[in-house]
């Protein structure tokens, strides 16, 4: 059976719209994790965007500057994570699961 070009590309025309509507949706969104005993904690957009770095003043020691530095680095890092992976959810709930190569 020959496939319908058609109806074909109306679909791949709905999976961009959509993938769109996502990404507008993931510019929205916001994740926020924390590390210490949530003495430094890190707000990211789902984009992946670094929105806002709060550290308890009790986390900063002017002997030990590493360990903070430690620590908004491991924030980030999770707040990155979790961004990746709410961005990945959404996406796949767009591509049905579909692995398409250089999409997010």
Same mark, same amino acid.
């Given at each position: 059976?020959?496939?319908?070009?058609?109806?074909?590309?109306?679909?791949?025309?709905?999976?961009?719209?959509?993938?769109?509507? =996502?990404?507008?949706? &993931?510019?929205?969104?916001?994740?926020?994790?924390?590390?210490?005993?949530?003495?430094?904690?890190?707000?990211?957009?789902?984009?992946?965007? =670094?929105?806002?770095?709060? !550290?308890?003043?009790?986390?900063?020691?002017?002997?030990? !500057?590493?360990? %903070?530095?430690?620590? =908004?680095?491991?924030? =980030?890092?999770?707040?990155?994570?979790?961004?990746?992976? %709410?961005?990945?959810?959404?996406?796949?709930?767009?591509?049905?699961? %579909?692995? !398409?190569?250089? &999409?997010?």
């Amino acid at each position: 059976m020959k496939p319908n070009m058609g109806n074909m590309m109306k679909q791949a025309q709905k999976m961009q719209q959509d993938m769109a509507r =996502v990404q507008a949706e &993931l510019a929205e969104e916001r994740v926020e994790a924390s590390v210490g005993g949530g003495m430094v904690k890190v707000v990211m957009t789902g984009e992946q965007a =670094v929105e806002r770095v709060m !550290i308890d003043p009790a986390a900063v020691d002017p002997d030990d !500057i590493g360990m %903070l530095e430690d620590m =908004v680095v491991a924030a =980030v890092n999770e707040a990155a994570r979790q961004a990746q992976e %709410l961005a990945s959810r959404k996406m796949a709930a767009v591509t049905g699961g %579909l692995n !398409i190569p250089g &999409l997010m």
